[in-house]
T-cell receptor, first 113, second 114 residues
Framework: ETGVTQSPTHLIKTRGQQVTLRCSSQ?????VSWYQQALGQGPQFIFQ???????GRGNFPPRFSGLQFPNYSSELNVNALELDDSALYLC????????????FGSGTRLTVV | GNSVTQMEGPVTLSEEAFLTINCTYT??????LFWYVQYPGEGLQLLLK?????DKGSNKGFEATYRKETTSFHLEKGSVQVSDSAVYFC?????????????FGSGTRLSIRP
């Protein structure tokens, strides 16, 4: 049973457009991370938020941005979409304390045409 | 930097065969180690974890032991089933801080023949 919900499940956008992906985490999960998984590859870390502030970022350009809200929901925004942005976008969250694994959502499949 | 290397797939086995998927890691300090599984068309599910040396994680018949001396965390199962067909990712987090990200291996696709 997953406590992380992502929406939408699938999305098709045109190159140059902007997209917002949403994630609802479990109560008490103060840390949320976003990952990009291209077809046939492992997930790549985009960024992480802790208590509504970004506290870690992977090798992604500034057109990838995010927000985290007090109600444990978060957003990933991507501007000026490129064809290579086509991927499965995964949200993951965890409580602050302890060596716990993250709980992942089922992802949003973004296709840029 | 921190990294995870796992055996390349695809791995194809017959039902009831023994499974090993190799995973080694490079990390500073004392990472936590994980195996995640991804079924077709789905997100990632945590399969098992180990947080310190010599810990054995286990779930659904799968096991992996945290070997610090060989920096390895190999996944094993004694008798695989068709339903185990999926992609398996070895991963680590380096530390307990709020900034700990997950570093994944490239994944190993497992196919089980009836």
């Amino acid at each position: 049973e997953t406590g992380v919900t992502q929406s939408p499940t699938h999305l098709i956008k045109t190159r140059g457009q902007q997209v917002t992906l949403r994630c609802s985490s479990q109560s008490g999960h103060n840390t949320v991370s976003w990952y990009q998984q291209a077809l046939g590859q492992g997930p790549q870390f985009i960024f992480q938020y802790y208590r509504e502030e970004e506290n870690g970022r992977g090798n992604f350009p500034p057109r990838f941005s995010g927000l985290q809200f007090p109600n444990y929901s978060s957003e990933l925004n991507v501007n000026a979409l490129e064809l290579d942005d086509s991927a499965l976008y995964l949200c993951a969250s965890r409580p602050l304390q302890g060596p716990y694994g993250y709980t992942f959502g089922s992802g949003t499949r973004l296709t840029v045409v | 930097g921190n990294s995870v290397t796992q055996m390349e797939g695809p791995v194809t086995l017959s039902e009831e065969a023994f499974l090993t998927i190799n995973c080694t890691y490079t990390a500073t300090g004392y990472p936590s180690l994980f195996w995640y599984v991804q079924y077709p068309g789905e997100g990632l599910q945590l399969l098992l974890k180990a947080t310190k040396a010599d810990d054995k994680g286990s779930n659904k018949g799968f096991e992996a032991t945290y070997r610090k001396e060989t920096t390895s965390f190999h996944l094993e199962k004694g008798s695989v089933q068709v339903s185990d067909s999926a992609v398996y990712f070895c991963a680590l987090t380096a530390g307990y801080s709020s900034a700990s990200k997950i570093i994944f291996g490239s994944g190993t696709r497992l196919s089980i023949r009836p």
